[in-house]
C-alpha cells in the first residue's frame, strides 16, 4: 500500500490561506529542504485544480530558466501529477492527469496501484480535508510560522466529528518555524493516563 504525505504551510492560529502574503519571511535553507525531501520525493503528486494551476504557472519555467531551485522543478515536473476536478480539464505540462471517479475511491485506487513510492499533496486545502476525513493521510507534514495571521482560510472547519493524529516528529528550525509530522490515530490510550492528569482534566470539565 502506498502511503500520502500532505505538506502545508501554517500560521500559529491555524491559517493555511494565502501563505504568499506571510511565508517568506520565514523562509530558511531547513524549511526548503524539509518540502524539498516530502514533495521532491514523491512520483506521484495529487493537486486541487486551483493548486495544480499554480504550480503549472510557476514551475515549468523555473525548470526551463536552470537556477537555484530548478532541480526541484525538474523533480515535480517528472513526477505522475494527477488534478482533481469536477470538470474536464486539458494539459500542457508533462505528465498530468485528471483523478478519474471520486476523490475518495479514487484515492484509494492510487494508494492500491504497485510500487513504493509516496503520493505528495502540497496546498490543496478542500482535497486535504476530504483526505484526513475518510483516513488516506499517511504523513501530514504542517510547517507552522511564528505569526498569528488571524484571519484566512483554515486547514480544519468546524464539525461534529474530531480527526485523531498522532505525533511522527517535530523539529524547530532557526526561523522559528517548526515541522511537526502527523500521522493518523485511533485516539488518545485513556486507559493509560496519568491519574492526576485524569483528575485534572475531570476537574476542568466540570468546572
Request: include cysteine; aromatic fraction near 8%; proline fraction near 5%.
Amino acid at each position: 500500500m502506498r502511503k500520502i504525505t500532505a505538506g502545508l504551510f501554517t500560521s500559529v492560529d491555524g491559517v493555511v490561506g494565502e501563505p504568499q502574503t506571510w511565508h517568506f519571511p520565514y523562509f530558511c535553507e531547513e524549511l526548503g529542504a524539509a518540502v524539498g525531501e516530502q514533495l521532491g520525493s514523491a512520483d506521484t503528486i495529487l493537486f486541487g485544480r486551483v493548486t495544480y494551476d499554480s504550480f503549472a504557472g510557476a514551475w515549468p519555467a523555473r525548470e526551463e530558466a536552470g537556477e537555484q531551485d530548478a532541480q526541484m522543478a525538474k523533480a515535480i515536473g517528472d513526477a505522475r501529477k494527477i488534478v482533481v476536478s469536477h470538470s474536464p480539464l486539458e494539459f500542457t505540462w508533462r505528465n498530468s492527469e485528471q483523478l478519474q471517479g471520486g476523490l475518495v475511491e479514487g484515492v484509494r485506487a492510487l494508494k492500491a496501484e504497485p510500487g513504493e513510492g509516496a503520493i505528495g499533496l502540497s496546498g490543496s486545502v478542500s482535497v486535504l480535508r476530504q483526505l484526513l476525513a475518510a483516513n488516506l493521510v499517511d504523513e501530514l507534514h504542517l510547517y507552522v510560522h511564528p505569526v498569528a495571521v488571524r484571519k484566512g482560510i483554515r486547514l480544519f472547519e468546524d464539525a461534529d466529528t474530531p480527526i485523531p493524529l498522532t505525533l511522527l516528529s517535530c523539529t524547530a528550525f532557526k526561523s522559528g518555524t517548526v515541522h511537526m509530522v502527523y500521522g493518523p490515530s485511533e485516539g488518545p490510550a485513556l486507559e493509560n493516563q496519568d491519574p492526576v492528569a485524569a483528575k485534572i482534566e475531570n476537574d476542568y470539565q466540570g468546572a
